[in-house]
């Protein structure tokens, strides 16, 4: 009788501490890197471009790769639904936050609050402006400011020895973005003071392509004409396109047209001569995100900024046709 009584005794501490662990699994003490999933809570602006597309896929896709418990959201274009996101991902104690901010102002609160709770956040795509950096624990993303330069770059190579004026107008992407900003900015100082240079027309197609065409429609009916078109995506520059065609034009050839992501739709029109230059922005970032929550997760240091490495094709490529498929 003793014996049956000792081991139904053994069996009931054997199911308690099985339901402990169920419930509190934190209280073996496992952290991430020490078996338990390390899981990252991503907030994604929306789905407005190829770009975007592309680089939603690269993220979802790195997750698995490396083993990551993903919580995706898509905040579909509106600031205050990447901000729920964020505060959902803070209740649920996930080890660390990323997001590509839509805008960069607005994000104080919500980020004291993810600091508070102790989250590490990264910045994807797209930066923020907080009075406090350490608010941020680091971006990985382009150098927007570079992407701009080099459009400027190719536009002076384009134009050497031509007198001015150089009539440009400037499609540019969702306003107070980090790309909007930088891209004008950047291309803008490279053109410095050289008088043959006028930017004629500026307005912002909030990166989509439906908007470039209206933009587009914009600029030929709000100028007596213009050189260059700087577009800062390529969603834009093909819905401005489409609208140039249908009027007779000639993209490439009646005007230079600079655009900026390197979407596969891009490659295409500038190997046939109806895009002159493509400054690449690498929507590929899931890899380098993956590994910056891995070590923020193990409570290691990782750089503030890390920089994506991009390029610039152009009608000047000897190789041009030979331009690698791009993924999205
Ligand atoms: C740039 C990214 C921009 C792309 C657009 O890193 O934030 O947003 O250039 C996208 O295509 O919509």
Request: hydrophobic share 40%.
């Amino acid at each position: 009788m003793k014996m049956k009584k000792a081991l139904l005794m053994m069996l009931l501490l054997a199911l308690a501490a099985g339901i402990l662990f169920l419930y509190f699994p934190q209280t073996t003490g496992t952290q991430p890197g020490n078996g338990r999933q390390v899981i990252l809570g991503f907030a994604q602006l929306g789905s407005e471009s190829g770009w975007r597309i592309g680089n939603t896929r690269s993220v979802i896709q790195a997750a698995e790769k490396s083993g990551i418990q993903l919580m995706y959201k898509n905040a579909e274009q509106k600031q205050e639904n990447q901000i729920k996101a964020i505060r959902s991902f803070i209740a649920y104690q996930v080890d660390v936050i990323a997001f590509a901010p839509i805008v960069e102002d607005g994000w104080e609160n919500v980020l004291m609050e993810a600091r508070d709770a102790g989250i590490p956040v990264i910045c994807s795509d797209r930066s923020v402006n907080v009075p406090d950096e350490s608010l941020v624990t680091c971006f990985v993303g382009s150098d927007f400011y570079a992407e701009g330069r080099r459009a400027a770059e190719y536009l002076i190579r384009k134009t050497q020895g031509q007198d001015g004026p150089v009539r440009i107008a400037e499609m540019s992407g969702t306003l107070d973005s980090t790309p909007m900003r930088y891209r004008a900015l950047g291309f803008r100082e490279t053109l410095g003071d050289d008088p043959r240079f006028r930017i004629v027309f500026s307005q912002s197609g909030d990166f989509l392509r439906s908007r470039g065409r209206e933009v587009m429609e914009n600029i030929l009916s709000g100028t007596d004409g213009i050189d260059v078109l700087y577009s800062h995506n390529d969603a834009m520059t093909l819905g401005a396109i489409e609208l140039l065609e249908e009027r007779g034009l000639r993209p490439g050839k009646d005007i230079i047209i600079i655009t900026v992501d390197g979407e596969q739709g891009a490659i295409d029109l500038l190997k046939q001569g109806k895009i002159n230059c493509v400054v690449e922005c690498t929507p590929m970032l899931g890899d380098m995100i993956m590994s910056l929550a891995k070590k923020l997760a193990r409570g290691e240091e990782v750089p503030k900024v890390t920089y994506s490495q991009e390029t610039v094709f152009s009608d000047f490529d000897p190789g041009l046709q030979s331009i690698p498929a791009r993924g999205y």
